[in-house]
């Protein structure tokens, strides 16, 4: 069982950054993938990124990659995402999302294969 908690969201101005954290508890983090999804109103989820289970692998949706970066600290059981160059089409509810695998490839841009999820945190950029 892992438990998730995201923060760092807030309100920033577009061109502005901000650093969402994702700290899991629960045992052998380590061996769990991590994702980010987002979902704006009125918009279902999408996929933002993903980091496999030795941070070795990281996968961007293609509108964050170059402004986005994925990071993870197993010993301390976070996952970070580093979001800088913001735009108003990043608004959106930001939740991040694990699942004990070892596989890669796009298996992580679906929600559905994703085990635990945190309550998400809530991103707006200002135009």
């Known amino acids: 069982q892992v438990q998730l908690v995201e923060s760092g969201g807030g309100t920033v101005q577009a061109g502005g950054s901000l650093r969402l954290s994702c700290a899991a508890s629960?045992?052998?983090?380590?061996?769990?993938?991590v994702g980010w999804f987002r979902q704006a109103p009125g918009q279902e989820r999408e996929f933002v990124s993903a980091?496999?289970?030795?941070?070795?692998?990281?996968y961007y949706e293609d509108s964050v990659k170059g402004r986005f970066t994925i990071s993870r600290d197993n010993d301390g059981g976070r996952v970070y995402l580093q979001m800088n160059s913001l735009k108003p089409e990043d608004t959106a509810v930001y939740y991040c999302?694990?699942?004990?695998?070892?596989?890669?490839?796009?298996?992580?841009?679906?929600?559905?294969?994703?085990?635990?999820w945190g309550q998400g945190t809530q991103v707006t950029v200002s135009s």
């Open positions: 999302a694990a699942v004990n695998t070892y596989y890669d490839g796009d298996y992580y841009y679906h929600s559905n294969n994703y085990d635990y």
């Open positions: 629960g045992r052998s983090f380590s061996s769990y993938a």
């Open positions: 980091i496999n289970y030795s941070g070795y692998k990281k």
